[in-house]
């Protein structure tokens, strides 16, 4: 296949070679590193998954081990596919594989993830878009590729890391931004693509990038124009996107185990109720949300499959799936509670090891791709069983009033933050954290070279720079420096000094 552009080439280095100070010679290997190098990389062990760790003396996941496994797992599938000659053939005519810009993705997704994990997401989107009128809004896979494309400075620019194309298109999840027209021609839209519920006119409700990386998102993507339509992923970004879902999936419940919030009655009474009265369910016309009857929930999955994935979604696969799951999950694992010996761990470590070599072994290459799905992607047997754990992910632990509670404190914390930064900004902006005025003149340059038609009519350029500036800033702090900073800032803490401002 003869490339527009090389996979290989940087925004800076059209020839592809790695520019002096990297240590790898393969420019996809001195990606990773410089991924792997960066100070948001490591920021994220200081941010949140699912459960904090705090007070439970129980190593858990943060999004950093997030990442370090689905790098893993992403690597896993790759090589498996590689290992194959028809695949990787198919690979090939697809744009190409390789492992370390595989590696570099799964290391780098997450890098924009912000405090308190999707909860501090979804306060930042909507900050964005009331007090500061940001059309694009906040993002979490939009405010990774704005990380490795403006905010970091490892790259010989000053802005950015200067990735290749390659990696920074296998970063790309949801090609596309907000509010830019997503595949017409396609018979539905893709995964992610459509407005949020409740929320008309917001634009989608997933994208990788901003209006302000626009340029550089199309950029990545021209050396794929020709074998990869404009609103689907590369296949590495397929693969990493498949590995995050495998890794969100297991590991997570692992964590759920551990410090009990997962109960072995409540998991396999729901599951057991359901496939002992699935008939039933499926003939009655109508189940709510509110319907509290054991099997109810899981049968609204089992609908919602159908209606948004009727492409894949298969009864006999789905009840083949609740069984395997119960099995697996309940009865195997979470029978016996998590108290902390080695008995226990070697159980955790058995249902994680198996259940992601199941997963792995059940990847497919798919050369025309539904818009729901990419061109690698579970067969639709392992695709049903990933519906279910994260079913029981959701509704188990996401849903628990308790949860509720604590997420509601975390959304006060960060609009607080958000309103105290934008002040400080309006106020006394030569005294604000050098990094947040930084921030603030990048925004500022940014805007001020957009097309007026991608900005909201009458929009006041200052607002939307200080607007993305504090985002930016918080986005890029650990749970614990946005927690010390408000503290700071409201006059609650007599430490001078502390690490709040590194980023």
């Known amino acids: 296949m003869e490339e527009v552009q090389p996979r290989a080439a940087r925004r800076s280095d059209r020839t592809g070679h790695t520019v002096p100070g990297d240590l790898a010679a393969s420019p996809f290997r001195a990606d990773r590193d ?15 998954q699912v459960v904090s760790p705090s007070g439970s003396g129980l190593l858990l996941h943060n999004r950093l081990t997030h990442s370090l496994k689905v790098a893993q797992v992403a690597r896993a599938i790759a090589e498996r596919l590689l290992a194959d000659p028809v695949t990787r053939a198919e690979l090939d005519e697809l744009g190409g594989c390789d492992l370390d810009v595989v590696e570099a993705a799964g290391l780098g997704h997450d890098l924009g993830h912000p405090p308190f994990g999707h909860l501090g997401e979804s306060v930042l989107d909507r900050l964005a878009r009331e007090r500061f ?53 396609a018979a539905e839209l893709p995964r992610g693509a459509s407005e949020p519920v409740g929320a008309p006119g917001t634009g989608a409700a997933k994208f990788s990038a901003y209006s302000t990386e626009l340029d550089d998102l199309l950029d990545a993507r021209l050396p794929f124009e020709k074998v990869v339509p404009d609103w689907q992923q590369t296949v590495e970004a397929s693969i990493m996107d498949t590995a995050d879902d495998i890794a969100y999936a297991i590991h997570d419940l692992e964590d759920f185990h551990r410090v009990g919030i997962l109960q072995f009655t409540s998991v396999h009474h729901e599951l057991q109720e ?42 006999e696969a789905f009840n083949d799936a609740v069984k395997k799951v119960r099995t697996e999950l309940a009865v195997d694992l979470l029978e016996v509670p998590f108290d902390r010996s080695q008995q226990a761990e070697q159980a955790v470590a058995r249902f994680s090891a198996d259940w992601t070599r199941r997963l792995v072994e059940g990847i497919r290459v798919d050369r ?9 992607a579970l067969a639709p047997e392992q695709w049903h069983e990933v519906q279910v754990l994260k079913f029981v992910h959701r509704h188990f632990v996401l849903q628990r009033p308790d949860l509720a509670l604590h997420q509601r404190g975390q959304d006060r914390l960060i609009s607080n933050l958000v309103e105290a930064l934008d002040e400080w900004l309006i106020d006394e902006v030569e005294v604000a954290p050098h990094r947040l005025r930084d921030l603030f003149g990048l925004a500022r340059e940014e805007f001020d070279e957009l097309p007026r038609e991608m900005l909201p009519e009458g929009a006041d350029l200052t607002t939307l720079a ?16 946005a927690a010390a900073l408000l503290e700071a800032l409201s006059g609650r803490t007599t430490q001078l000094w502390n690490d709040t401002f590194v980023l």
């Open 466 to 481: 200080r607007g993305r500036a504090v985002i930016d800033f918080i986005a890029s702090l650990t749970d614990d420096q």
């Open 274 to 315: 359901w496939l002992g009265h699935s008939v039933e369910f499926a003939a009655e016309e109508h189940v709510t949300a509110g319907d509290s009857r054991p099997g109810a929930s899981l049968e609204l999955l089992r609908r919602r499959l159908h209606a948004k994935d009727g492409w894949i979604a298969d009864d």
């Open 34 to 48: 410089r991924i792997s190098a960066s100070a948001f990389f490591a920021r994220l062990g200081g941010v949140t």
């Open 133 to 185: 009128a940001l059309p694009d809004g906040f993002e979490g896979n939009a405010q990774t590729y704005r990380v490795v494309t403006r905010i970091d400075v490892r790259g010989v620019e000053g802005k950015g890391l200067d990735l290749t194309a390659a990696v920074r298109s296998a970063l790309l999840k949801y090609p596309w931004t907000r509010n830019s027209p997503v595949p017409r021609q």
């Open 368 to 376: 025309a791709v539904q818009p729901r799905s990419g061109h690698v």
